[in-house]
């Protein structure tokens, strides 16, 4: 039996058909016989093109509201016949089915039909029946049938019958085999997640459309980043629009994520200001300013202000359209890259001058998308929700009460403590204005004391108008020990958030109300490796 295999007929039943028209008239003009359905048939005789119906193969029409047309033997018989078997050849013959050489095909757009918000009726119609025994058929039978299971393989085929006049090697129906078996695995996972959101004990992840990054997380190693098809348009950094600027390495969408979900966070915790625009400076996965007011430029300044020496070569991330202004004023500034949902064109043309500089265009992120983190270990994954929303049920556990005027800042403050790694602190001050930002953060530490005292509070000295003693200092998770109360203290602290459970909890208290010091407990953690 030789390898190699002529192309003489073809069944193709498809849903998108961009692209097909090119494929269809060469396959005409080698003299291809053409099967067809509904949709499908009706575009190739628009072309001008004869092509047989598939119901005159099997004698059947399309039926149940086109649920099923190609599930017949005649179809199948014709696909998954072994051309050296002769008993599969006698068969063939006594009832008689043609045989197919190539199969195009395409599925129902499950994903699509999910992200787009669909009632769940027309979510379990795109789920695909024939199609996908269509594609397991042909790619089973690959040493004979090449099956284009998609239109990510349009161009590969047309290749073939442009440059080999539909020759196909067992190779390259290999390949195609592979790529089927991609794609139905990857649409049965879609359909098995959508059916299973809240099981915890099992998970089906697949990914596709992976682009290769410029370097992992050191230049030495290769990363690639994937794209889930069913997250809603608007709500994935990973679609983000590329604007310009060198390709991003690993780092670079670690931190450019980072960015976007705490600018994001912080817009959707702040509800007094009108018209807010929320900024957000982050280095190395830690916001090292953050801010939200009702003037971009004003937000801009004071995240820049949280940390002006970590803001060099960072991310900045902005809930409201960059203007001209706003890139005017980065032009003795350094960072790696900045996220908008909008640029104006002179912002782009300013920008333009900095070729290096990657801007990326993406809605801010939606309070809750319900994604899932992953991370690997040794010998597996670990799977987790994420970290979403500030839904905060706060609880004053000392002698003076905690000021109510106040407590949107602390829900501020705790959306910027939870964007912070490892043993984080966050101190928060409101301005005269209103305005919330991010004046003092500590992170990454072994103990807390040590985020406490040696990183956040020393950085007060070098701020002018912030006054402690109006701030609130965050802890993503409780105070073991009254010691960094009264590291606090030391300062003027006058008002801490942290979530309370520690088996020390009345020791911590005590301290604080020796101090004067009003607390409340949260009662949730944030804590972030």
């Known amino acids: 039996m030789s390898s190699s295999k002529k192309i003489k007929s073809a069944l193709i039943s498809v849903f998108h058909k961009d692209g097909l028209d090119e494929i269809i008239k060469t396959l005409d003009k080698q003299g291809v016989q053409l099967y067809s359905t509904g949709g499908t048939k009706t575009f190739i005789e628009d072309l001008g093109i004869k092509v047989t119906a598939v119901e005159d193969i099997t004698g059947y029409p399309s039926i149940l509201g086109g649920r099923v047309k190609t599930l017949h033997p005649k179809v199948f018989g014709g696909i998954l016949s072994r051309r050296d078997n002769t008993s599969d050849k006698e068969q063939l013959d006594e009832f008689e089915i043609p045989e197919l050489d190539l199969v195009i095909v395409d599925l129902y757009p499950f994903e699509a039909t999910v992200a787009s918000g669909a009632s769940e009726q027309d979510i379990i119609e795109k789920i695909d029946i024939g199609g996908i025994s269509l594609i397991r058929a042909a790619a089973k039978n690959y040493k004979d049938v090449v099956i284009v299971p998609s239109q990510d393989q349009y161009k590969d085929l047309l290749k073939i019958l442009v440059e080999y006049d539909g020759v196909t090697t067992i190779d390259e129906r290999k390949v195609f085999a592979a790529a089927a078996f991609g794609v139905s695995s990857h649409y049965d996972s879609a359909i098995f997640n959508y059916f299973n959101p809240d099981v915890e004990d099992m998970e089906r992840i697949s990914l596709n459309n992976g682009e290769v990054l410029r370097y992992g997380e050191n230049p030495h190693q290769k990363a690639t980043v994937y794209k889930y098809n069913n997250?809603?348009?608007?709500?994935?950094?990973?679609?983000?629009?590329?604007?310009?600027?060198?390709?991003?390495?690993?780092?670079?969408?670690?931190?450019?994520?980072?960015?976007?979900?705490?600018?994001?966070?912080?817009?959707?915790?702040?509800?007094?200001?009108?018209?807010?625009?929320?900024?957000?400076?982050?280095?190395?996965?830690?916001?090292?300013?953050?801010?939200?007011?009702?003037?971009?430029?004003?937000?801009?300044?004071?995240?820049?202000?949280?940390?002006?020496?970590?803001?060099?070569?960072?991310?900045?991330?902005?809930?409201?359209?960059?203007?001209?202004?706003?890139?005017?004023?980065?032009?003795?500034?350094?960072?790696?890259?900045?996220?908008?949902?909008?640029?104006?064109?002179?912002?782009?043309?300013?920008?333009?001058?900095?070729?290096?500089?990657?801007?990326?265009?993406?809605p801010i992120k939606n309070e809750i998308t319900g994604e899932k983190l992953i991370r690997s270990v040794s010998g597996g994954i670990l799977v987790q929700d994420e970290d979403e929303g500030v839904d905060t049920d706060f609880k004053n556990v000392t002698k003076l009460e905690f000021d109510a005027t106040k407590m949107e800042l602390a829900k501020f403050g705790i959306t910027a403590c939870k964007h912070l790694k490892s043993n984080a602190i966050a101190i928060v001050t409101e301005n005269e204005d209103g305005s919330f930002w991010l004046t003092g953060a500590g992170m990454g530490q072994p103990n807390r004391l040590d985020s406490l005292r040696h990183l956040t509070m020393p950085r007060f000295d070098m701020k002018e108008g912030v006054n402690i003693e109006s701030s609130v200092v965050i802890s993503d998770a409780f105070f073991p020990f009254r010691d960094s109360i009264e590291a606090a203290n030391e300062y003027n602290v006058k008002y801490i958030v942290e979530p309370g459970g520690s088996i020390r909890d009345e020791e911590v208290i005590e301290a604080c109300n020796e101090f004067g010091i009003a607390m409340l407990f949260t009662g949730k953690r944030h804590f972030k490796h």
Request: charged share 20%.
């Open 231 to 362: 997250i809603k348009e608007g709500a994935s950094l990973a679609n983000a629009k590329v604007l310009q600027g060198k390709a991003l390495s690993y780092n670079n969408m670690l931190d450019a994520d980072a960015a976007w979900k705490a600018t994001s966070d912080a817009y959707h915790s702040v509800t007094h200001i009108e018209n807010k625009q929320a900024v957000a400076v982050v280095k190395h996965l830690n916001p090292c300013g953050l801010a939200v007011t009702n003037d971009i430029m004003k937000s801009l300044e004071l995240a820049w202000a949280g940390d002006p020496i970590s803001a060099f070569g960072g991310i900045i991330a902005f809930t409201g359209t960059v203007t001209g202004e706003i890139a005017e004023w980065f032009a003795k500034r350094f960072v790696e890259i900045i996220i908008a949902p909008e640029f104006t064109p002179e912002a782009l043309e300013i920008f333009g001058k900095k070729k290096n500089l990657r801007l990326l265009e993406t």
